[in-house]
């Protein structure tokens, strides 16, 4: 990329994280698919002469981050990769559902395959994408479809759910290669959504830290909080460039075994270390960081749960170690 080009770009994604984090400050329209429909952020993987607004992994990386670091509740995430999925799909499958999904009228979820599959809301799925060797499969789920709250992963807001598949027929919609790229981008956006979560909790905990006084003086200005501080400040700088790199070696509508690589190395590096990192901020914050009350306790679950939802840090360095043929 052009020196000119990358300044521009940076303008470019500044204006549309600011843009994000302005209206997803609002309650409401945030909690809600619709709502972020009316933004146009689940059609940013469709192309536009699908009602999309273009094959755009980057930018959605930008509102993965910005989505996770508000608390959004609304299911984007499984939308935004199911209409992805349907974009591709036989013409018959895609008009008749993809109008639907983009517009958020229709609540849809992604998952790996599986005979028992994890997503987040499922209480109010209709549809359910699976990513897998065998291709992209779709599934239309009814009332009486298995599905059961899974207790382990503790997110309160954003509740996980198990799927049982076994008994429902799906209607294969893709080709391997299009499900590995999707699953690469789905790694790149779970891992975004955690950072926006743990820099929620960050820029809280400087000013916290800033305010909070002991023995006379800002606990912010003490040497060993401050070394603590700078390697929470390196390992979030670290993330989002490696998220960044991943989403832009994914822009190409071409999928490439770097993009995969980069995309397994990112979900594998976040997904080991967020949740411990901001288990620190939490020791951090002191007495108030345990109150489960407070916004930090979110944050960490909802860290934990995307660490768990496409597979984990182990299956993204299995899959990388497979890419570069160790």
Request: with cysteine; aromatic share 6%; hydrophobic share 45%.
């Amino acid at each position: 990329m052009a020196p000119d080009s990358a300044v521009d770009e940076a303008i470019d994604l500044d204006l549309l994280r600011s843009s994000a984090r302005e209206f997803l400050s609002e309650r409401g329209e945030k909690d809600s698919v619709e709502g972020l429909a009316r933004m146009d952020w689940t059609g940013l993987l469709v192309e536009e002469c699908l009602g999309g607004a273009g094959w755009l992994p980057v930018e959605t990386a930008v509102i993965a981050e910005e989505i996770g670091r508000a608390g959004d509740r609304s299911g984007w995430f499984g939308t935004t990769l199911a209409a992805a999925a349907l974009s591709s799909a036989p013409a018959d499958v895609r008009d008749r559902w993809l109008p639907s999904v983009l517009d958020g009228s229709i609540p849809a979820g992604l998952a790996l395959s599986g005979g028992t599959v994890r997503v987040t809301n499922a209480d109010a799925l209709r549809l359910l994408v699976t990513l897998g060797s065998s291709g992209i499969h779709l599934f239309e789920l009814s009332e009486a479809t298995p599905r059961t709250r899974d207790e382990e992963l503790l997110d309160v807001s954003r509740p996980a759910w198990r799927v049982e598949l076994t008994d429902v027929d799906g209607l294969l919609i893709g080709d391997s290669p299009r499900s590995d790229q999707l699953v690469a981008v789905a790694r790149v956006l779970l891992s975004a959504d955690s950072l926006g979560a743990l820099s929620a909790t960050f820029e809280r905990l400087v000013a916290y830290l800033k305010d909070r006084i002991a023995f006379g003086a800002p606990i912010a200005s003490f040497q060993a909080v401050q070394h603590r501080l700078v390697e929470l400040l390196v390992f979030e700088a670290k993330a989002r460039a490696v998220i960044m790199k991943a989403a832009r070696a994914l822009a190409t509508t071409e999928v490439s075994s770097s993009a995969i690589q980069l995309s397994a190395a990112a979900h594998a590096f976040v997904t080991a270390k967020a949740t411990s990192a901001i288990d620190e901020c939490m020791q951090l914050s002191g007495g108030i960081g345990f109150t489960w009350e407070y916004p930090l306790h979110h944050e960490l679950r909802r860290a934990f749960t995307n660490s768990h939802l496409l597979g984990s840090a182990r299956t993204s360095r299995t899959a990388y170690a497979r890419q570069v043929g160790w």
